[in-house]
């Protein structure tokens, strides 16, 4: 996302700081899953961490994408290169939500519907190229 960016926003730094931070909680929310068995809760903590980096990712895209006056004289951020962040972000929230209320038989298997994320986004690419 950064190769798109010349200039800084506030928004973008506190965008970027939340990703950081999410970054460094993901070490802790995995030591915890694997100290504990599966829960709603350790489900909701880990998928917590990863919709806070998915959160903040697509913050980031949806910031550079609507300024693009902070890509100066680089290429701005397409409509395309939003779409992956938030469908990611979909995703993990589907996944995270699917984990939690079936924690005793889904529980972190849940998470493999991360694997739909890429065709997810072929779809309403394709979808977009029908529709103009």
């Given amino acids: 996302m950064f190769q798109h960016v010349e200039r800084l926003r506030p928004a973008l730094v506190r965008a ?62 397409t409509r395309d290169e939003v779409l992956g962040p938030v469908t990611i972000l979909g995703v993990q929230l589907v996944s995270t939500a699917v984990g939690a209320a079936f924690p005793e038989q889904v529980n972190y298997w849940a ?6 994320s890429g065709p997810v986004e072929s779809l309403i690419k394709a979808r977009w190229e029908k529709t103009g």
């Fill in 16 to 77: 970027n700081t939340a990703w950081t931070f999410a970054i460094v909680l993901l070490p802790i929310s995995t030591a915890v899953i694997t100290v504990f068995r599966p829960s709603a809760g350790t489900v909701l903590l880990y998928g917590g961490t990863l919709i806070l980096a998915g959160g903040a990712m697509t913050a980031l895209a949806l910031v550079v994408h609507r300024n693009p006056g902070l890509s100066g004289d680089r290429t701005p951020v």
């Fill in 111 to 116: 998470f493999l519907l991360m694997f739909l």
